[in-house]
């Protein structure tokens, strides 16, 4: 069965601060792969998304993610990270015929002043 | 365009009661998907529904189980509640069902259950 790992369970960070968020999956097929976000009192919503071609995606407020098909790997990526950025982040997949999408547990993002 | 509607947005029930929770989909969205958020656990798969029928159901106990009606609006019931099952149960609507087409999953601020 397919499964995410995210590696960070919280991440705290300076503003200004490289940020990298590690994810995972685990399935051997094509893969379609997601990072979502939930601001405090917010619903998710998407902050990128990989189908096919460009491996490297750029997403809203200058995120962008890698996919590495031989390391089964999805990272978020931001060079330098805002206070607004405080959140929790969610990686997710899509494998398989069954289209259902399989999230992470996630990685809770707090942005110091 | 409206959102994704998910009632009601609190609940409280103790042990051994069920309850029914609602979802209206964005309008032309006919693909509905149901999780379980609780604090480590991240986002668990309950099911997904498509034209009234069931694609998908995860690992959860048949005490939880979900519907899908005409105008794809959807409800899910859980029954005989147990203090785990206090959560945030999201509604997620979208448009794209193909294989490898899959698109976009759209939230609702979901329903927050308390089980004493």
């Known amino acids: 069965a397919q499964s995410v790992s995210q590696h960070n369970h919280h991440v705290i960070l300076s503003e200004a601060a490289s940020l990298e968020l590690g994810c995972n999956y685990s399935y051997g097929g094509t893969v379609n792969l997601f990072w979502y976000v939930q601001y405090p009192g917010q619903h998710l919503q998407l902050l990128l998304k990989?189908?096919?071609?460009?491996?490297l995606v750029k997403g809203i407020k200058g995120f962008e993610a890698e996919f590495i098909k031989s390391k089964f790997s999805f990272n978020l990526r931001k060079p330098s990270v805002q206070w607004s950025d405080t959140a929790e982040y969610f990686c997710a997949v899509n494998a398989g015929r069954d289209d259902k999408i399989i999230f992470g547990k996630g990685t809770r993002l707090h942005i110091l002043p | 365009k409206a959102g994704v509607t998910q009632t009601p947005r609190y609940l409280i029930k103790t042990r051994g009661q069920q309850v029914t929770l609602s979802c209206s989909p964005i309008?032309?969205?006919?693909?509905v998907s149901w999780y379980q958020q609780t604090p480590g656990q991240g986002l668990q798969f309950l099911f997904e529904y498509f034209s009234e029928t069931q694609r998908n159901k995860g690992n959860f106990p048949g005490r939880f189980s979900g519907r899908q009606f005409s105008n794809s609006r959807s409800e899910m019931n859980v029954s005989t509640l147990e203090l785990g099952d206090s959560a945030l149960y999201l509604c997620?609507?979208?448009?794209?069902?193909?294989?490898?087409?899959?698109?976009?999953?759209?939230f609702g601020e979901g329903s927050r259950l308390t089980v004493l």
């Open positions: 990989y189908f096919s071609g460009d491996p």
């Open positions: 309008s032309g969205h006919r693909s």
């Open positions: 997620a609507s979208s448009r794209h069902l193909r294989q490898g087409d899959t698109g976009e999953l759209f």
